[in-house]
């Protein structure tokens, strides 16, 4: 079964750090890209970024709100793909999901999603 | 700020025809392929329709997508309750190098 579970999330206040992780199965791994999406309280989705395949050199892209605060990683050896988040403000305060991107239905679709975990920016 | 426009809200009984609109641009829906995503209420969002107008495995037909220029359409036939949901549309915009997601619809069945 295809699944993703995303973990990690919690209270965090105003510059602080938190690292979430997405575990990834069910797929080959190293052919998966895996996004980040967010969605804050009552909004719609915006893209985070995206960790290429192994197989497809694994480069990162970022939205422009995240550049420079955020990174996204994979570790292999746990099918476990991580969003590092660094120097959060209020804005970030969202649901965080992963996703596949492209694995079964076409390049660029987000075809696969985790459960999501909460992520509160809070002095 | 979202660079695709959706309609807030859109409804109708059971039965009946919906229709959702996205709009966009050169950079992004002109170019690409756009993709449609329901998110009903407290889950996460799901691929609902593919490469403009493709369905994924075990989506029902009565949903339905079509694209001209830059726009595209989501149509949702025979409306049931279980259709309840906000819908969103989303794309690569080769401007911003991102992914750009429509600024979403939710769907009511009255």
């Known amino acids: 079964e295809m699944q993703l579970v995303d973990s990690g999330g919690g209270l965090v206040k105003p510059g602080g750090s938190l690292r979430l992780s997405c575990e990834v199965s069910?797929?080959?791994?190293?052919?998966?890209?895996v996004s980040w999406v967010r969605q804050a309280p009552g909004k719609g989705l915006e893209w985070v970024g995206r960790i290429r395949s192994e197989t497809d050199g694994g480069a990162t892209e970022y939205a422009a709100p995240v550049k420079a605060r955020f990174t996204i990683s994979r570790d292999g050896s746990k099918h476990t793909v991580h969003l590092q988040m660094n120097s959060l403000q209020s804005e970030d305060t969202a649901v965080y999901y992963c996703t596949t991107v492209g694995y079964n239905y076409g390049s660029e679709s987000f075809d696969y999603w985790g459960q999501g975990t909460l992520v509160t920016v809070s002095s | 700020q979202s660079v695709l426009t959706q309609p807030p809200s859109a409804s109708g009984t059971p039965g009946q025809r919906v229709t959702i609109s996205c709009s966009g641009s050169s950079s992004n829906i002109g170019r690409n392929y756009v993709f449609w995503y329901q998110q009903p209420p407290g889950a996460a969002p799901k691929l609902l329709i593919y490469?403009?107008?493709h369905r994924p495995s075990g989506v029902p037909d009565r949903f339905s997508a079509s694209k001209s220029g830059t726009s595209v359409s989501l149509a949702i036939s025979s409306l049931r309750s279980e259709d309840e949901a906000d819908y969103y549309c989303s794309t690569w915009d080769d401007s911003l190098s991102a992914y750009v997601f429509g600024t979403g619809t939710k769907v009511a069945v009255l």
């Open positions: 069910g797929f080959t791994f190293t052919k998966t890209w």
């Open positions: 490469r403009n107008d």
